[in-house]
């Protein structure tokens, strides 16, 4: 317990030291705030006591939340914060920030803002998330205070009734420690906030009627490596056909592993039908397009395999 305050008093101190430092006469500076928040960072991912992450990254998103709703701050990139994913649109409506918290070996939680692009006092939404208590997370629409946690590592914008914009986000939820969840969810804006899910989904397996999800979840052992994200050369999302499989883990038991095919969904008119065989052949690898946390930022290792 000791240990555990003096080492939150240090931290708060050194980031305080941080900011006054790099204060002008127009306040506290962006890099200033990036400073800090690179510092928080680093406790959040790398601290030994978990009561230790937990209280930096309640710190960490306070200090966050008011660099972005600083002015000028949407083109500001915070590009060495490297344990955070960044994710923009090509319309530059908006972007996102999502980080992961471990709490322990089995426990995740995930945070994130979206930021609206306006120059003077830009809008930022924080993400709150309840995927645990989501009970059918295939068909719910989810707001801001209800969000299926993942870190984003992918967007990709489509329309949907003319002119409705919509967005496919890919993320990555590390779930259990035997379990790992990919998520591909679809992102709009009803009366200028953001929602999550949206029945432009279409599946339909072989022998079972047609099916229309709001958002598609892959639960895959933690194990192995899972595709989900979108193949620029295929035009279209391609993730892994999972099955059953025996763990060598006896911790895992019975779980879901690729079988070396890809499904995929392929859009048209404002709807992302399913694809029961990408490829005629089966392959080692599909060809996927390597997700990027933000622009110019190399592949974060949390997210594993896209």
Not at 155 to 176: D, E, M, Q
Not at 268 to 285: A, D, L, P
Request: aromatic share 12%; glycine share 6%.
């Amino acid at each position: 317990m000791k240990y555990k305050i003096l080492s939150l008093f240090l931290l708060v101190l050194c980031v305080l030291c941080t900011m006054s430092t790099s204060a002008t006469a127009k306040g506290i500076s962006l890099e200033a705030y990036e400073d800090s928040l690179k510092i928080l960072a680093k406790t959040v991912m790398e601290d030994t006591i978990a009561e230790v992450r937990i209280e930096t990254a309640k710190l960490f998103k306070e200090t966050l939340e008011d660099a972005l709703k600083k002015p000028g701050s949407f083109a500001y990139p915070f590009d060495s914060l490297k344990t955070i994913s960044i994710q923009q649109p090509p319309d530059n409506k908006f972007r996102i920030f999502t980080w992961q918290l471990c709490k322990d070996s089995d426990t995740f939680e995930y945070f994130g803002f979206i930021q609206m692009n306006d120059s003077k006092k830009p809008k930022v939404y924080a993400l709150t998330d309840k995927s645990e208590k989501i009970r059918n997370p295939n068909q719910e629409v989810l707001t801001t205070r209800k969000w299926y946690g993942v870190l984003y590592y992918n967007i990709r914008p489509f329309t949907k009734r003319k002119k409705n914009k919509y967005y496919l986000v890919f993320g990555f939820n590390a779930h259990s420690y035997t379990e790992r969840v990919k998520v591909l969810d679809v992102l709009y804006f009803q009366n200028g906030r953001p929602k999550f899910g949206a029945p432009v989904l279409i599946t339909q397996e072989e022998g079972r009627p047609q099916e229309t999800a709001k958002r598609f979840i892959m639960k895959y052992a933690a194990s192995s490596a899972a595709t989900l994200n979108y193949n620029e050369e295929l035009d279209m999302v391609v993730y892994d056909h999972l099955i059953m499989f025996g763990s060598p883990h006896q911790q895992e038991g019975i779980t879901m592993m690729p079988d070396g095919s890809y499904h995929g969904f392929k859009y048209k008119k404002g709807k992302w039908y399913g694809i029961e065989k990408v490829f005629t052949q089966t392959q080692e690898n599909a060809p996927v397009v390597r997700p990027t946390l933000g622009r110019g930022r190399k592949t974060n290792p949390i997210l594993g395999p896209d």
